[in-house]
């Protein structure tokens, strides 16, 4: 306790966080942060208790943009989903509303100075793509079989976008700004890590009940997995960082190390232990130069299969058997399952790849729209690959980011997206290679290897798209577009 007690008074960002102690009206919020608890004990009204918090929250905000987004930030992994009256739409609390404020912040900001963005963000490659992006899924929009959820899937976009890849190049200027970004990540996945574990040890860590532990820290345990295997790398690098310079601080990293490797098995997230796997490969191969040999083999590989599937209906082959394929109560029967192409979710992933291909071909150029596939891809599917589960009560989507881009925007969000990732990893070994100083250049890779676990992670899956994954997505993305220029700052030649 007194190690974590130096350490927090250590942390400028902390610092400035007790600085507040001594303004006399954050003391009289405090008091009424203590009566708000009493009355919601008292009411049961969440709102009751929340109210203190917001005031205090805006008083930051007006006295400190900046340290009200690193607040932001920290909210992130801690934020859940509430449904709203009525249970047809929900809201991520409280990580979505401060999105739309920081949104009108960035409006403000660049409304009163338009040269607020570097110039140099603008000629920056992967900005470019992500531009084309946006400008593609503004036309996947106006043509949407399902316009107003493509709207309300645009407005989410856009803010995203800001919160996550245009605000970071306004705040991250020195080395304690990715320490900070670092600290307010891992404190509270840390500790929803702690929580879902605690609860996992009361039911002996059964596979059946890992949707029980999860409970509504995150979306499902995809995404619990997801998360922290995102994270995993950054661990990596800020043990690496440590390990000499602050042996006791290096010691600590390594015990979460080993902490984080057993919680990510028990996620039951196979895609969590795959994207484990592929960061390591990205990391080995950045540092050997043989980064940008891996996304292109990979893409030729993808096509190759689709080419042998294709050929003479094989794919037909792999239909499942209806009565024998189902979920498993535990996880060693759950991967043996997979293997053996009895897996009821691995099939059912299968029924929508196929339904989302044959959909290609109706819409190919800006697809069906945005959340318009779930209300489409049933007339494409084929019955000999139902299962149990094809009634999509969760109403659930592809399942593959590819694919999810490609039925509901069409080929070129699709090859956009692929385009993203291989210049990403391109652009990752190159200034890995151009950094000098270990600290950028450790963040460089961790970086790298974060990315790669997200694009495991959402070959599976469409995790951008969740706020957690997708904050967490944009993120990286920034941070390496600011590691860039910074590099050539440093390494003008």
């Known amino acids: 306790m007194l190690?974590?007690?130096?350490?927090?008074?250590?942390?400028?960002?902390?610092?400035?966080?007790?600085s507040y102690n001594?303004?006399?009206?954050?003391?009289?919020?405090?008091?009424?942060?203590?009566?708000?608890?009493?009355?919601?004990?008292?009411?049961?009204?969440?709102f009751v208790l929340l109210s203190p918090l917001i005031i205090v929250y805006g008083i930051v905000l007006l006295k400190d943009w900046k340290l009200a987004y690193w607040l932001f930030i920290f909210f992130i992994p801690l934020s859940v989903q509430f449904a709203l009256p009525g249970n047809s739409l929900s809201l991520s609390l409280p990580d979505e509303p401060l999105c739309w404020l920081f949104f009108f912040i960035f409006i403000l900001l660049f409304a009163h100075n338009p040269r607020i963005l570097p110039r140099w963000l603008w000629h920056d490659t992967l900005l470019q793509i992500i531009a084309l992006q946006f400008a593609w899924l503004i036309l996947a929009v106006v043509y949407s079989d399902v316009f107003i959820l493509s709207l309300k899937f645009l407005f989410a976009k856009t803010w995203y976008l800001v919160c996550f890849?245009?605000?970071?190049?306004?705040?991250?200027?020195?080395?304690?700004?990715?320490?900070?970004?670092?600290?307010?990540l891992f404190i509270p996945i840390i500790a929803t890590m702690f929580v879902i574990v605690s609860r996992q040890a009361g039911t002996h860590f059964s596979f059946n009940s890992i949707g029980y532990a999860v409970g509504n820290l995150y979306l499902n345990h995809v995404e619990y997995g997801a998360v922290i295997s995102i994270f995993f790398p950054l661990l990596i690098g800020a043990y690496t960082l440590n390990r000499k310079s602050n042996p006791r601080l290096g010691h600590l990293l390594l015990l979460f190390i080993l902490f984080f490797?057993?919680?990510i098995f028990f996620t039951y997230a196979r895609a969590a232990v795959i994207a484990i796997l592929f960061a390591a490969i990205i990391g080995i191969a950045i540092r050997y130069r043989l980064v940008n040999y891996i996304m292109p083999s990979i893409y030729v590989a993808i096509v190759l299969l689709f080419i042998f599937l294709l050929k003479d209906d094989k794919y037909l082959e792999l239909r499942p058997d209806y009565n024998h394929t189902y979920m498993h109560t535990d996880y060693k029967s759950h991967l043996a399952a997979t293997l053996a192409g009895r897996d009821l979710s691995s099939m059912e992933r299968i029924y929508r790849w196929i339904a989302a291909v044959r959909m290609s071909n109706d819409r190919p150029f800006v697809g069906y729209g945005p959340h318009a596939f779930v209300y489409n891809y049933r007339a494409y599917t084929l019955h000999a690959f139902r299962t149990y589960t094809s009634d999509n009560k969760e109403q659930s989507t592809t399942h593959n980011y590819f694919l999810f881009m490609l039925t509901e925007q069409g080929w070129p969000a699709m090859l956009l997206y692929g385009l993203l990732v291989a210049v990403f990893f391109a652009r990752a070994q190159k200034v890995y290679h151009r950094f000098a100083d270990p600290f950028y250049k450790t963040c460089t890779l961790g970086l790298a290897m974060a990315f790669a676990a997200a694009f495991v992670n959402n070959f599976f899956s469409e995790l951008i798209e969740t706020h957690k994954v997708g904050a967490m997505f944009y993120l990286i993305i920034a941070l390496l577009i600011i590691l860039n220029e910074k590099s050539k700052q440093l390494n003008p030649g």
């Not at 927090?8 to 400035?16: A, E, G, H, S, V």
């Open 3 to 18: 190690w974590l007690m130096k350490v927090i008074k250590q942390n400028d960002l902390m610092r400035k966080l007790l």
């Open 22 to 46: 001594y303004n006399p009206l954050f003391a009289f919020i405090l008091l009424a942060l203590v009566a708000s608890i009493g009355c919601y004990a008292f009411t049961g009204n969440l």
């Open 165 to 184: 890849l245009i605000l970071p190049t306004l705040l991250f200027k020195e080395k304690k700004d990715f320490k900070i970004l670092f600290t307010l």
């Open 261 to 263: 490797l057993p919680v």
